[in-house]
């Protein structure tokens, strides 16, 4: 779908070792500034346990688990909105992800440097964001002399938005990011317009060691109260230990998450967080030959759905049969959902639901 979360930080926090565990690829990750110019960009599957547990009940020949996109964009530094360290094209790249997953770090590690020369999150989030934001300005001054000439011809829809553009240059100026800035649904489409960089969803890793990944520590407590107090989400993981779980077998992964007390791995809290605040949901089809995962956009309704897997399904769209994964669950078979009167059929204004289990029909 196009749709990518870009990985963003600080030199030295542990972006491309992070990059690296998420998609196994190997992006440089060395002990020095800039060792990620190009952005590398991977695809990850987004882990469900729901789809194993339709195709183990389809006995499916085959299983395709739905992606989200990943961009390992190089350190920030401070100057970067002035050009500094490659500045404008880092934030170019970040304009053209739909959200952000800000990496601090939380670890002290005397051979790992800190290009500040210590180790403080909340010092390294204000530098991250204060560069976002000042380029934010940037853009809403830029839009501000544009619209202004339109002002002077006396354009209505121009005296409206230089109107909100101004309440939000000073918004941004209070060092507030674009996210927080209150908006109805006209201001939200010129907001949109402009693709500012903290207008995008944002989620923190913090970076630990294995101790600070289970039981927190000082420095990620720091980070989860500044998340708290901004309504976002935050995530310890150890980057280094995660990277050496990528790279087992699934039984030695069993073995080595249960030795360290884990569940899951810390990635796939990850990934399913970006898949959320990418604002995408999963639908199913299910059946002897295939059981896949569907990305559509949160709001999709049926024809666009069907539209995913291929154009013509959308274009010649009847109807969609459709029964909820929690009722297919709770039945135990499809036949149990049609007998308790539960699978249902949409027309072409069925909004979409996360688990969807959907067949659509259609005419060529």
């Known amino acids: 779908m196009g749709i990518a979360c870009g990985i963003v930080g600080l030199p030295n926090v ?9 998609t196994a690829n190997e992006a440089e990750a ?20 729901r789809l194993r547990k339709l ?17 390992d964009i190089a350190g920030l530094v401070k100057g970067a909105s002035k050009g500094e360290g490659l500045g404008n094209q880092f934030l170019g790249n970040i304009r053209a992800c739909d959200a952000v997953a800000h990496v601090v770090r939380c670890f002290q590690e005397d051979n790992v440097v800190h290009v500040h020369g210590k180790v403080d ?24 002399t544009a619209v202004q000439k339109l002002v002077r011809a006396q354009d209505k829809d ?32 010129m907001i949109r317009q402009m693709q500012l960089l903290t207008d995008k969803p944002v989620m923190y890793i913090a ?6 990944a289970k039981n927190g520590n000082d420095l990620v407590n720091a980070v989860r109260a500044r998340a708290e107090s901004e309504g976002a989400v935050v995530i310890p993981i150890c980057a280094k ?11 030695d992964r069993e073995v080595f998450l249960q030795d360290l007390g884990m569940e899951e791995p810390g990635l796939d809290r990850i990934i399913r967080k970006a898949y959320e605040l990418l604002g995408l949901i999963t639908y199913f089809t299910a059946g002897k030959k295939e059981t896949r995962a569907w990305t559509v956009r949160k709001g999709s309704k049926a024809p666009q759905a069907a539209g995913v897997i291929h154009t013509d399904f959308e274009k010649g769209f009847i109807r969609a049969e459709v029964m909820s994964y929690a009722d297919w669950e709770r039945a135990g078979s499809e036949q149990a959902v049609k007998d308790a009167g539960q699978y249902r059929v949409e027309g072409k204004e069925y909004v979409v639901k996360d688990g969807d289990i959907m067949y659509f029909r259609f005419n060529v």
């Open 121 to 144: 999150p909340l010092h390294d989030i204000d530098i991250i964001e204060t560069e976002l934001i000042l380029k934010d300005v940037e853009s809403v001054e830029k839009r501000m």
């Open 55 to 71: 195709a183990a009940s389809y006995q499916t020949d085959r299983e395709v688990p739905t992606t989200v996109e990943f961009v």
């Open 241 to 251: 230990i995660e990277s050496e779980i990528a790279l087992l077998d699934e039984a």
């Open 158 to 189: 121009a005296k409206i938005e230089h109107a909100m553009l101004e309440e939000l240059h000073a918004h941004l100026d209070q060092g507030k990011p674009a996210r927080t800035f209150e908006r109805d649904d006209q201001q939200a489409a």
């Open 30 to 49: 060395s002990n020095y500034p800039f060792c990620t110019i190009d952005p590398n960009v991977g695809i990850v599957n987004v882990p469900d346990p």
């Open 207 to 212: 970076n630990t060691d294995e101790e600070g």
């Open 14 to 22: 542990g972006k491309s070792t992070l990059f690296n565990a998420l």
